[in-house]
């Protein structure tokens, strides 16, 4: 039978992508909403199967940094958006994410906090907290982040962001050349928020004194930030050199295939977190969505402000794992480390989350032959691709 999913459950007949990055012919117990055992050719009699043999089954895509897609919008005081959302980014075999916001002041921002501090998910991605892009971002790098949103350095305002998520708060970007942004960084840190550094304009000196000071990556890599230059490696060469996570938009317009490429061999696929920026839009044919005061539009596959300013990504992170393979940059197996197991790393979730082993949650994908999503499960409970 091919439904929703029993306490024990036999997936059988797949090709299963491994924690190392290898893809086994295997089967898959599942119990309770955990990976029991993952083995060759296991008898389990008496339970659920669900025949799967032509599928690839990859550990569920989690997305660090997403602002909405399928005409919803995670930019919202509304939970019943961010719901709807989740349900809608399961067919896209996200089973996990993190709402990210960016508005046009701390105000509103706090509500959109507030929002994912009490949205509850049913039948669709896990809502696992929220995502800060910004405030506290350098003005001259901020892209198409709504004008009024970069602000100071400022522990209290921090504060006020932080009582709003209701202890939702996981990851925020800061710019570390701006003053009084180590304090910050080190109060996030003590805070248990992890800090990304991006929309900056610092230098390889003030990157690396950034990430000395406790963040453990860099936002969309190479997109919003000083460029690296043989002179002046900026955030990319002290990220590299730190050890930091590098967000990846492998859309194909944020950044071109050879420099996704070339980010995935410098920091190798441990250190890459594939995400889609995406945006209300994503995943549509047409669209718009509104920045602050300002609209931006979707044409031919990218979202641009009047000026031409990239305003996020349409794709979704099936269509992100795709361009990897596609491209030749990595095969199956790495590109789930890549969309699956280097981003519950950067969430300290390595042990719960990202792996398709025994004790692990089981969030989980089966791909058809052309990398389609055919089937999504979230903690054991299929949620998408049910006959």
């Not at 993190?98 to 509103?108: I, M, N």
Request: glycine letters at 14%; hydrophobic letters at 45%.
């Amino acid at each position: 039978m091919i439904g929703g999913m029993s306490d024990r459950i036999f997936l059988r007949g797949a090709r299963v992508a491994m924690p190392d990055g290898t893809v086994e012919a295997a089967d898959v117990v599942v119990e309770d909403g955990t990976f029991a055992e993952v083995a060759y050719r296991i008898e389990a009699g008496g339970v659920e199967v669900v025949e799967l043999a032509g599928y690839t089954l990859v550990p569920g895509f989690i997305d660090l940094h997403v602002h909405g897609g399928g005409g919803h919008s995670l930019i919202t005081p509304d939970c019943s958006e961010i719901e709807a959302y989740a349900r809608w980014a399961a067919g896209q075999g996200a089973t996990g994410f993190l709402a990210t916001v960016c508005t046009g002041s701390l105000e509103g921002a706090m509500g959109c906090l507030e929002a994912v501090g009490a949205a509850r998910v049913d039948g669709g991605a896990e809502l696992l907290g929220a995502n800060l892009e910004g405030p506290f971002v350098n003005e001259q790098r901020r892209g198409a982040l709504p004008e009024s949103w970069p602000q100071a350095a400022n522990v209290g305002a921090f504060r006020r962001l932080l009582g709003a998520a209701g202890g939702e708060l996981r990851l925020m970007t800061v710019a570390p050349e701006l003053p009084g942004a180590l304090g910050l960084i080190r109060e996030a840190i003590a805070e248990g928020v992890r800090v990304s550094v991006g929309h900056t304009d610092a230098t390889y000196e003030e990157a690396r004194e950034g990430l000395a000071a406790g963040a453990t990556q860099v936002t969309h890599a190479f997109n919003a930030m000083r460029p690296f230059h043989h002179r002046e490696p900026g955030p990319i060469g002290a990220a590299i050199e730190a050890g930091a996570i590098a967000e990846v938009i492998a859309d194909g317009v944020h950044l071109h295939p050879a420099a996704v490429r070339t980010l995935v061999r410098a920091f190798g696929p441990e250190r890459v977190a594939l995400i889609t920026d995406g945006v209300t839009p994503a995943g549509l044919e047409s669209g718009t969505f509104r920045i602050g005061a300002i609209e931006a539009t979707r044409n031919d596959g990218e979202m641009r402000l009047p000026d031409g300013t990239i305003a996020g990504s349409v794709a979704t992170m099936a269509d992100v794992f795709r361009n990897v393979v596609k491209w030749g940059i990595a095969d199956v197996g790495t590109a789930s480390v890549m969309a699956s197991g280097t981003p519950a790393r950067a969430l300290g979730l390595e042990g719960r989350k990202g792996r398709i082993a025994a004790g692990c949650d089981a969030d989980l994908v089966a791909l058809t032959d052309d990398l389609q999503v055919a089937k999504t499960w979230v903690a054991g409970k299929l949620v998408f691709g049910g006959e």
